[in-house]
């Protein structure tokens, strides 16, 4: 297997998340050659598990950031809130425009950035676009899972009819590779890593005539792409099926993803007095709804592999945010 081959294959072109997903392709190629020859760990999800962690660690002073931000808005309150009241009734551009500035004033003074808080969610978003980048087409950044596929190609682009049946196979896909070609293996691969487990079984039973030669392959691409009974490379579970489509390991995924989630929210937002502050409880229990659903959401539709990363992330930084309340219990004491 040569580099050129490495970077040859279908990968994400898109402005920023493109580069970064190759850095991550790097990183997670690393990862799992390390797993798979020193300890003989053939599954994808070992290697998310630990690119997570290394992501959360670089993340910490960061997050520290964070909290030192959100702290300092804490202390900074009241006096906003005076600002507030004293241009109560004054709806006026040049009222307004005072307001503003006395504001940015108290920020100046007790040197505090009011978006301070909200810079790890920037940083984590690109990071996101990035991972699922990597997740969707997992061949295209990570050597040995590419050269099983390339095995495959290479078995079926051997038999008669091959390009006849390649392509009418792709075409009857409901999502079919674009611009695809028989003879490009890049797309051949960016085909088989798109298909489901029943579509695989379809796949089998159209090059049939090698059936002994890609089964094996199919079972060590497997092998690869499961972790506990759920398949990373694809959604973790098919709503499409209904009720018997929850019904499967992969439903642990999103479950796990909202628990870790609602957390995390209750652990991270500033407490506040009960009564004191309506806006802040306001605000608190909105956030205190809306993040796990919107997590739901998106771990629901983005691949399991994906889901992962955002359960060990989201359980790193519960962990974190229990020692960080621990030591600031203390400080305050």
């Known amino acids: ?15 920023i998340i493109g580069t970064i997903a190759k850095l991550f392709g790097v990183i997670m190629n690393g990862i799992y050659v390390l797993f798979y020859n020193n300890l003989g760990i053939i599954s994808i999800g070992f290697s998310i598990i630990a690119f997570t962690f290394i992501i959360r660690l670089l993340m910490i002073p960061i997050y520290f950031k964070q909290q030192k931000s959100m702290q300092e808005m804490q202390r900074v309150q009241p006096e906003i809130k005076k600002i507030q009241e004293k241009y109560k009734n004054m709806k006026d551009p040049e009222s307004q425009k005072k307001m503003q500035e006395e504001t940015a004033k108290l920020y100046q003074e007790h040197n505090v950035n009011p978006f301070g808080g909200c810079l790890p969610l920037l940083i984590q978003m690109p990071i996101l676009f990035a991972l699922f980048a990597v997740l969707r087409n997992i061949p295209a950044y990570i050597v040995q899972v590419k050269e099983v596929y390339l095995s495959i190609f290479t078995n079926i682009s051997a038999i008669s009819g091959y390009d006849q049946l390649i392509s009418a196979f792709n075409t009857s896909q409901k999502v079919p590779v674009k611009n695809f070609l028989a003879s490009d293996g890049n797309k051949v ?14 796949f089998l039973k159209v090059f049939g005539e090698v059936q002994d030669k890609i089964a094996p392959l199919y079972d060590k691409v497997t092998g690869m792409n499961y972790f506990y009974g759920i398949n990373l490379a694809d959604v973790p579970v098919d709503l499409s099926q209904g009720f018997s489509g929850l019904m499967t390991v992969g439903i642990l995924i999103p479950i796990l993803c909202v628990l870790a989630q609602v957390l ?35 771990v629901l539709q983005m691949p399991a592999g994906l889901g992962l990363y955002w359960l060990v992330s989201n359980t790193f930084q519960l962990v974190q945010q229990l020692v960080f309340n621990k030591h600031l219990k203390k400080k305050n004491a």
């Open 189 to 202: 691969i960016d085909l088989l890593n798109s298909l489901s487990s029943k579509e695989w079984t379809e």
């Open 264 to 298: 995390v929210t209750k652990t991270t937002m500033p407490s506040t007095e009960k009564g004191k502050d309506a806006k802040a409880d306001q605000t608190q229990k909105t956030m205190n709804t809306m993040m796990p659903l919107i997590t739901l959401v998106f």
């Open 1 to 15: 297997m040569t580099f050129t081959w490495f970077i040859s294959l279908t990968q994400s072109s898109a402005p």
